[in-house]
């Protein structure tokens, strides 16, 4: 299967900081990345959808002015919190789609950046 | 509105099968996806059903009706390491994919 790498793993920061967060699709183009945000013991929830080059769509309630998403490549999107609260600290994740981008093309899911604000 | 609806947690012992449902109601249908989740990990994908009948892969099969609006995930000769939560979603008319809340699966020895 595709591969999606996300860096870093886990990182920790004082409030008031931000924080870039890198994915990475090692073996395949993708169109689309997708950022999710997990909180403990709760289903993943989409944040924003970006395509390379163009604006990410951001969900409800997501302030995008706070969670900046840059898609420059077919390979590569960030996610930089800005100004992190400990209300921010939670389990981020990204997945990446191929090009295609029809029905059935699967998300493929980075291993996850667990962000921790004091 | 759309809606994806599967048990929130299930047990079930080592060496057995195990069935998780999942229902559901989109706007549109572009297949319907599972994926497992380990505690603290990322979902890795397991299957994709675009078509009715079943998709045997392995130890795990997927299920789907589309009249029904109803998927399963059966997983047989269950090992301990299959402890984890597995979520169904369905991609859209738009492509996105819907997802449910997951079901936690629980193996006992």
């Known amino acids: 299967g595709a591969v999606v790498s996300q860096h870093p793993s886990r990182v920790i920061c004082k409030s008031g900081t931000s924080v870039k967060i890198e994915c990475r699709s090692l073996d395949f183009q993708a169109t689309t990345m997708f950022w999710y945000r997990q909180f403990p013991k709760q289903s993943l929830m989409l944040m924003a959808t970006?395509?390379?080059?163009?604006?990410?769509?951001?969900e409800q309630g997501v302030e995008k002015d706070k969670f900046l998403i840059n898609h420059a490549s077919l390979t590569l999107s960030t996610l930089t919190v800005t100004s992190a609260h400990p209300e921010d600290s939670s389990f981020y994740i990204c997945?990446?789609?191929?090009?295609?981008?029809?029905?059935?093309?699967?998300?493929?899911f980075g291993p996850g950046t667990r962000l921790l604000v004091l | 509105g759309q809606n994806i609806d599967q048990p929130t947690e299930m047990t079930a012992t080592e060496g057995a099968i195990v069935q998780i449902n999942c229902t559901y109601q989109t706007s549109g249908f572009n297949g319907l996806f599972w994926y497992q989740q380990h505690a603290g990990e990322a979902p890795t994908f397991l299957s994709y059903?675009?078509l009715d009948g079943l998709e045997e892969k392995g130890r795990f099969s997927s299920f789907l009706s589309r009249s029904k609006g109803y998927s399963y995930l059966l997983l047989k000769e269950l090992q301990m390491k299959d402890s984890a939560s597995y979520l169904c979603a369905v991609m859209d008319s738009n492509y996105q994919l819907i997802w449910g809340a997951g079901t936690k699966l629980i193996i006992k020895p």
């Open positions: 059903n675009v």
């Open positions: 997945s990446a789609r191929g090009t295609s981008g029809g029905p059935g093309e699967t998300q493929y």
């Open positions: 970006s395509n390379e080059g163009s604006k990410a769509t951001y």
